[in-house]
């Protein structure tokens, strides 16, 4: 049963583009979002939250936006760049359920262009 | 000055033996975890400890055992490894009175051959 999905394995923008990628999800009691960055070899890093009594979260070239009503979430980063190059997840939590339970999607490769 | 750190990096041995993890960081958090990201790439938690008591206990054989010595250790003791145990394992550490954010360590790659 995956509660997380991201449908896209892969994206490919140039250097400066918008890059978008989406996240949906299942289960109604999620109410926090987060979005990590994975480079090979390494750890995700935790890159931007947002929580459902929010749409929008910003900081800096990263945005994320949640549709409550659509169980969907997305990151744009603007203006992408070759280092934003990594393998990215979204994670769901619950706060009403399993403490500190993080679900992730099975992530999206992107690909930054020079 | 690493915050969640784990050892070995690689770890590669033969079906039936008995093999450990650890992870430790340094980030004085209260919450710590242990995932498995298997061949799919999925992301999935184990366990997690909080204050070094058991919270959640996931699916797991109980071939897997972890274990807090402290709130800033965890370790993952896995018996008589199969097969399927090959994957990537990462620790993690949070604050309970903070975000939801997790911080996690470089992985663990095990190989069982």
């Known amino acids: 049963d995956q509660q997380v999905k991201q449908n896209s394995p892969s994206l490919s923008v140039q250097e400066g583009r918008i890059s978008i990628l989406n996240c949906d999800y299942t289960?109604?009691?999620?109410?926090?979002f987060l979005w990590y960055k994975k480079y090979p070899a390494e750890g995700p890093t935790f890159l931007i939250s947002?929580?459902?009594?929010?749409d929008k979260n910003e900081d800096g070239r990263f945005t994320v936006f949640l549709n409550k009503s659509a169980k969907h979430l997305s990151l744009h980063i603007v203006p992408s760049q070759p280092g934003d190059s990594a393998v990215y997840f979204c994670?769901?939590?619950?706060?009403?359920?399993?403490?500190?339970?993080?679900?992730f999607g099975q992530g999206t490769i992107l690909t930054v262009h020079p | 000055d690493t915050a969640v750190s784990q050892t070995p990096k690689y770890l590669v041995t033969q079906m039936g033996n008995d093999k450990s993890i650890k992870c430790e960081q340094n980030?004085?958090?209260?919450?710590m975890y242990w995932y498995k990201q298997d061949s799919k790439k999925f992301l999935k938690i184990m366990f997690s400890?909080?204050?070094?008591?058991?919270?959640i206990n996931e699916t797991v054989p109980n071939r897997f055992s972890p274990k807090s010595p402290d709130k800033a250790h965890l370790n993952l003791h896995i018996n008589s490894l199969e097969l399927g145990d090959s994957a990537v394992y990462f620790c993690?550490?949070?604050?309970?009175?903070?975000?939801?954010?997790?911080?996690f360590g470089p992985g663990t790659r095990l190989t069982v051959t």
């Open positions: 993690a550490s949070s604050q309970t009175d903070g975000g939801h954010e997790q911080y």
């Open positions: 289960n109604s009691m999620f109410d926090y």
């Open positions: 947002i929580s459902s009594i929010k």
């Open positions: 994670a769901s939590f619950s706060s009403g359920t399993s403490y500190g339970k993080l679900t």
């Open positions: 980030l004085g958090h209260d919450t």
């Open positions: 400890y909080n204050n070094k008591e058991l919270i």
